[in-house]
């Protein structure tokens, strides 16, 4: 499959990462373009289902971001997010699903360099991982 | 009705033959314990086993079923059609189910086929299976299919009976469908001639040791509304957990949900198993669940199968003895103990 | 064991003619061999209900959540470390809790019994003296009761209630160096694909009947996720996929709550070994945070709090 490209769920916080985005492109850095962003309030709003819910449906790779620790726009959002993604990507690895597809980050808004630096990152990786194999829902294999 | 005679031995050259042109299904080791399952190879039939955890029922109602597929692509002159799944209704043979299971089949057929409605995959498959039981010359402790309206040796939901003599089985046709298995049987041996009284001598042991536990016949003669608001479903109800163990590993819970699943433009339309102790079981579209309290789940399973339907169909009742949701209740509920309070109404312990 | 049942019944009788509760949550015995069935007994003179032996691993704290009345309950070691989730979880008062800490011997996993008498069904079972001994129609064994604890009671290292209000027995010695976590580190040790494979095969016997969710005593939201239906974040039959996807999420809802009380794999009617998912979650909390579940009112639960330097090895 040399003309694969996969297709990466991105939830960026408001505050910080999505800016971060925003600056990236306004200052016209090249990035891959393989992400598709979903703008949440804050990285603690991103609840595990979402991201299971984007592998179900077929994302190859899926990556958070959000504020640096210290700087959240609602104080701690997303230090309850660190620890709340560091056990999920425990559990999800330790379940079977291969390193490279989930992704974190800490990226504020005037860190634009960093933004595109992480995306070719993240791209990367999940282009190492190969295309997704587990978790995606098709057509129930049932009797 | 005729009846031939397998010894032990000759059994697996038997089920040999009948895999000729039939699948076979029969009660097969999976781990910890017994499934119905096609038998790949003969080998796999285990007839020692006592009873499979899971009843034979998904055999007719599978536990998830596609029914329709349906695509949703724009301009397809198909788009929005429901399309039957095509299904394997090839003959079948069960071997080795248990009277008790059997007979859940015959109760089951209440509500799949009426007057007015059948359901066509469950005739089919009622129609292309002939069910060759095993009796139970050792019922467990948790078995009461003797106070329910059943037996250890009925025939009553069964084509065929096989009866362990120890050194072999009698197998004796019960149906035409039975007849005809047997007729294709030629390799068997001459029947023992004391076989027919072995048989009563097993069964009369085996209907002894099950004896009467409860007596429901007071249920059938009280009236709903009173048995509905008796005071003894508060503590039936106290322990129950609301998982749906019971509903399935129950031979007469027939209770299904039908969800349509879309994976881009295209569908399907799937049934799968329901039970009555989920709140969702009854929850309306509109936000409001008449059953929304755990105690209305809880009686109602029990008030379903000791009392609505013997109500409504005044045939028996819609429990066979199993004693699977006896054996396998988390918090160890057991329905003849409620079927004790039922009858009796009175709500202090047996 | 017979003193912890004495013990139960003269305190819930004292308790209950005093007034001081209105309830009292304990076991009654079974109706059929290694079993007994939680039970309410709310007045003094049915008290001689109330039962204890090795065969009470379903977790009363699960007919906790929401209760208006004053109860007093039993509790063994787990019990009392997920009524400390609860209370920290607000779904009950200290106020309205009279605790009779039972400190536990471990309990008696039923389903590997059976398994090994290979059909022989027993009719009475009596302890003594480390021994289960186990009476049938036609024969009798004795076994090794530590032999047949239940897995996570064979590894608990809080068998003494962690809070109570009196004691219906002698505090037990906790078992020292127990190694609770050979069998995560044995999927630890595996490549992705082999992991994966492993708990699919774990699952695959799933009915999706939620009895490991609803023996959960931390399963008490008023809508579970697998019962949402806007958007509907997983389908209900048994496609692999979908499964998956519930155990998964079930397993990741109870981290840094379960208590390893093992009311999961105890109620699952095929036998699925559930706690291999959350035993990894316990595993993690405790070398990332420090945190055991259940041990301590005072502290937060490890989701619901952070610490400024918490490690991140995962981020960018």
């Given amino acids: ?143 | 009705m005729s009846e031939i005679y397998i010894t032990k031995g000759k059994l697996p050259e038997i089920v040999e033959l009948l895999t000729g042109g039939n699948r076979v299904f029969g009660p097969v080791r999976k781990g910890q314990y017994h499934e119905f399952s096609l038998l790949e190879q003969v080998a796999d039939l285990d007839l020692n086993c006592r009873n499979t955890r899971l009843s034979p029922k998904a055999l007719f109602h599978p536990h998830s079923e596609l029914m329709f597929q349906f695509t949703l692509e724009q301009g397809n002159p198909q788009s929005g059609i429901l399309k039957e799944v095509p299904k394997d209704f090839s003959p079948r043979i069960v071997l080795g189910i248990r009277p008790c299971d059997a007979y859940a089949l015959k109760l089951d057929d209440k509500n799949f086929v009426s007057d007015k409605f059948e359901d066509p995959w469950w005739v089919k498959r009622r129609e292309n299976t002939t069910l060759v039981g095993l009796a139970c010359n050792d019922p467990c402790a948790t078995c009461f299919c003797t106070s329910v309206g059943t037996g250890p040796f009925d025939t009553t939901g069964l084509d065929a009976l096989l009866v362990d003599l120890g050194d072999g089985y009698l197998l004796q046709a019960v149906t035409a469908k039975g007849q005809d298995l047997l007729e294709n049987l030629r390799s068997a041996e001459p029947v023992p001639q004391d076989a027919a009284e072995r048989v009563a001598a097993l069964k009369k042991a085996a209907e002894e040791r099950l004896g009467v536990q409860f007596n429901l016949e007071p249920v059938k003669q009280k009236s709903m509304i009173e048995l509905f608001d008796a005071p003894f479903w508060d503590e039936v109800q106290f322990s129950c957990i609301n998982c749906g163990t019971c509903t399935f590993l129950c031979p007469t819970c027939w209770c299904f949900d039908i969800q349509d699943e879309v994976h881009k433009e295209q569908g399907e339309r799937i049934r799968i198993w329901d039970s009555c102790m989920f709140p969702l079981f009854t929850l309306h579209g509109a936000g409001h669940n008449p059953r929304s309290q755990k105690l209305q789940r809880v009686r109602q399973r029990f008030m379903h199968k000791l009392k609505y339907y013997p109500d409504k169909y005044t045939d028996g009742i819609a429990c066979v003895g199993c004693g699977r949701c006896v054996q396998h209740c988390p918090v160890n509920i057991d329905i003849r103990h409620v079927a004790r309070l039922m009858s009796e109404s009175c709500s202090c312990p047996a | 064991m017979r003193s912890y049942t004495e013990k139960i019944r003269e305190a819930a009788k004292r308790l209950l003619s005093e007034n001081r509760v209105d309830a009292v949550i304990g076991f009654r015995r079974g109706t059929v061999a290694l079993m007994n069935e939680p039970c309410l007994v709310k007045n003094a003179d049915q008290v001689d209900r109330l039962y204890w032996d090795s065969n009470c691993g379903v977790n009363l704290a699960n007919y906790l959540p929401k209760r208006p009345d004053r109860v007093a309950i039993v509790a063994k070691g787990c019990d009392s470390r997920n009524i400390v989730v609860h209370l920290l979880e607000n779904q009950i008062k200290r106020e309205q809790l009279y605790i009779l800490g039972a400190p536990c011997h471990g309990m008696i996993d039923r389903r590997r019994i059976l398994a090994d008498l290979h059909g022989k069904e027993p009719l009475e079972v009596e302890e003594t003296d480390g021994r289960v001994r186990l009476i049938g129609r036609d024969f009798e064994e004795s076994l090794d009761r530590e032999a047949y604890l239940q897995e996570n009671c064979a590894i608990c290292v809080h068998r003494n209630p962690v809070i109570y209000d009196e004691l219906v027995g002698e505090l037990v010695e906790e078992q020292q160096n127990v190694d609770r976590y050979e069998d995560v580190r044995r999927v630890e040790a595996m490549i992705p694909e082999e992991r994966w494979l492993h708990f699919e095969q774990l699952i695959a016997p799933c009915i999706r009947c939620y009895a490991c969710r609803n023996a959960c005593p931390l399963c008490y939201c008023p809508t579970c996720f697998v019962d949402e239906s806007r958007p509907q974040w997983v389908g209900k039959s048994i496609d692999r996929t979908d499964t998956r996807t519930f155990h998964f999420l079930r397993a990741y809802h109870v981290a840094g709550r379960c208590t390893d009380c093992g009311a999961c794999e105890r109620a699952c009617p095929v036998g699925i070994k559930v706690r291999q998912f959350t035993k990894k979650m316990e595993k993690d909390i405790k070398e990332l945070y420090g945190y055991e579940v259940g041990l301590n009112t005072d502290e937060r639960p490890p989701l619901d709090t952070y610490r400024p330097g918490d490690p991140e090895p995962s981020f960018k």
């Fill in chain 1, 1 to 143: 499959m040399t003309d694969w490209e996969p297709k990466i769920v991105a939830f960026l916080c408001n505050w910080c990462s999505y800016g971060g985005a925003d600056l990236a492109g306004v200052s016209r850095l090249q990035y891959p373009a393989n992400i598709r962003i979903i703008r949440v309030p804050c990285s603690g709003r991103v609840n595990p289902k979402f991201i299971l819910a984007a592998f179900r449906q077929g994302a190859d790779g899926v990556w958070v971001s959000g504020c640096h620790p210290g700087d959240c726009h609602y104080i701690e959002g997303n230090l309850y997010a660190r620890r709340k993604f560091t056990l999920l990507n425990n559990l999800l690895e330790h379940t079977g699903i291969e390193p490279g597809r989930l992704h974190f980050s800490w990226i504020s808004s005037a860190e634009a360099t960093k933004f595109a630096e992480t995306a070719r990152k993240v791209v990367d990786a999940v282009k190492a991982a190969g295309p997704a194999q587990h978790f995606i829902k098709k057509q129930a294999e049932v009797a």
